[in-house]
């Protein structure tokens, strides 16, 4: 048995030294012009190297490099390689001191996407300091701080760079501010920093809403009286009605409230707000306000669902006061009513401003499902 092992021995060292060999020719035969190959054969180190190298030789300038760099590596990630696209860029970095937006910002999104929130601040951290750079740096720094929920870190950013801040990134800090605000303890902290989210973005119906919020709850009822009007010019959200209610009912003026009530519904017809109004208000509300209700609703192609809703719901309060009716048309409003995301279609039942899906602010909408 023994010898038999020994014979077999120096067969197996010969087999593994064949193989050896074939590997280390087709290798060399791979790796003959890294640059004409797909970018699927970055899979090692060495792979990488080579193909820096050839880049280099082919790029006539930095910024040719830098974009070819984005190129590869983007196809990299849309490969699921994306640990072989970090590494590439990583070393392009190193090598050649590379400073480019585009390439930081890339690695910087990689880096968030893994939830290596740390490394992806400080590679965005650096192109802060100039002033060509900034804008590029403001959005991917942004996306670090929601997932970390630093809004103090959004607020400076803000305070020290808003003259570099894009329109979308403006709306997404003034939501950042605004989260910041809701962990105040005093309505006058909360007042002051939601100043700043308006002034990011002034049509920010959510800061109008919380601000007056606050000023209701410090008696300052003429402003929030204006934010309202403000955020029922800009948005049908039934929220601005749930605040005016409030506010009218320290004002005491029940009608003025009920006639702005029908106006909103009228003029911004959409189920949320129609939804309110019937079950605060059906007993104020005669057959013309329906049938207005119901006719702006077709005008705006509200669903034909929703119409019934109100049809059904207004028979109900009118002509039967049947305690089992009404509970199977809550029922009904319950089972089919849903936030959907207008951004990626995400269904929740309860409403945030924030889409606990793809992360867009200001995307959740009631719908019928
Ligand atoms: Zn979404």
């Known amino acids: 048995m023994i010898e038999l092992l020994f014979l077999l021995l120096p067969v197996a060292a010969g087999y593994g030294w064949i193989m050896g060999r074939n590997s280390e020719r087709s290798r060399h035969r791979h790796s003959h012009n890294p640059s004409s190959r797909s970018s ?47 590494a590439l860029v990583e070393q392009a970095i190193k090598d050649e001191k590379i400073s480019s937006p585009d390439v930081l910002c890339f690695l910087a999104k990689q880096y968030t996407a893994m939830g290596l929130l740390a490394r992806a601040e400080n590679t965005l951290l650096p192109l802060l300091k100039r002033s060509k750079s900034r804008a590029h740096a403001i959005g991917p720094l942004l996306r670090v701080y929601q997932s970390l929920k630093t809004w103090t870190n959004s607020l400076s950013l803000f ?7 894009r329109s979308d990134d403006l709306h997404i800090v003034s939501h950042h501010i605004c989260e910041y605000a809701n962990h105040e303890e005093t309505s006058a902290q909360k007042s002051s920093l939601l100043d700043i989210a308006l002034g990011a973005a002034p049509n920010n119906v959510r800061a109008m809403l919380e601000k007056a919020q606050c000023e209701i709850e410090l008696g300052h009822l003429n402003i ?54 019937l079950d605060n208000y059906h007993e104020q509300l005669n057959i013309e306000h329906i049938e207005d209700i119901l006719q702006s609703c077709q005008q705006a192609s509200i669903e034909k669902e929703a119409r019934q809703l109100i049809l059904r719901w207004y028979i109900i309060t009118h002509f039967e006061e049947s305690h089992f009716l009404r509970q199977m048309v809550q029922h009904d409003l319950e089972k089919h009513s849903a936030y959907r ?4 279609g995400f269904s929740t039942p309860s409403f945030s401003w924030n889409c606990p899906s793809c992360n867009q602010w200001d995307t959740l909408h009631l719908k019928l499902i």
């Open 224 to 277: 929030a009286q204006e934010l309202l009007s403000a955020a029922r010019r800009t948005s049908g959200l039934y929220r601005i009605l749930e605040l005016e209610k409030a506010l009218y009912h320290q004002l005491n003026e029940p009608d003025d409230y009920l006639s702005i009530l029908i106006q909103f519904t009228l003029d911004k017809p959409n189920l949320s707000a129609i939804l309110f109004m």
């Open 341 to 344: 995301c207008q951004n990626c």
């Open 40 to 86: 699927s054969y970055l899979v090692s180190d060495e792979y990488i190297h080579e193909y820096l190298k050839s880049l280099k030789g082919k790029a006539t300038d930095l910024d040719f490099f830098c974009r070819q760099l984005v190129d590869t590596a983007t196809s990299l990630v849309r490969q699921g390689k994306v640990d072989t696209a970090v």
């Open 159 to 165: 305070q020290e760079h808003s003259d570099d801040f």
